[in-house]
């Protein structure tokens, strides 16, 4: 492993310093800056996500991802994917929550990349009306000691810390 990340770069290999160097076919043939041909890495694609922290009586909503996605049965707080037309933040907590909330808090925005997306979270608090916590399919509502016993997504621990959760 440290070979290839110390002595044999790409643009500036050390040839000089390879061990293998006398069983390397680029160096035994003059073609160290040719080989490995590279493929052009792929763009990077932008996402936009909405998160929306729901409390009611101490306990938040939270839901665990299915199986066979990316981040499988780690947990999650209710969100959604935006395009670049979703202007209407109430709407979108609508389609998630069941429940069309008064005001949303923002609470910030974690950046972060899983492989080639860019992923942009912003995370709400959730002020009002939303889903009764008897009806509320596809979550759990769980107090505080219950969500730090859970493993979250790294953006959605993120938001755990801005709500003050370790």
Not at 83 to 101: N, Y
Not at 113 to 139: K, Q
Not at 142 to 158: E, G, I, M, V, W
């Amino acid at each position: 492993m440290e070979l290839g990340a110390l002595i044999c770069t790409p643009r500036a290999p050390r040839c000089s310093a390879c061990p293998v160097a006398k069983h390397c076919v680029a160096y035994l043939q003059g073609r160290v800056l040719e080989l490995p041909s590279l493929a052009r890495r792929v763009r990077s694609t932008p996402r936009r996500f909405a998160a929306f922290v729901a409390q009611k009586r101490g306990r938040f909503l939270v839901r665990q991802r299915p199986a066979g996605v990316v981040n499988a049965h780690l947990w999650e707080f209710p969100n959604v994917e935006l395009s670049p037309e979703d202007t209407d933040l109430k709407q979108a907590a609508r389609r998630v929550l069941a429940a069309r909330p008064k005001e949303l808090e923002p609470l910030g925005i974690v950046k972060h990349s899983i492989t080639r997306y860019r992923i942009t979270l912003e995370a709400y608090r959730v002020v009002g009306d939303h889903a009764d916590p008897v009806r509320t399919a596809n979550g759990r509502w769980l107090d505080r000691n219950r969500l730090s016993q859970l493993t979250f997504t790294s953006a959605h621990r993120q938001i755990l810390r801005r709500l003050g959760h370790k």
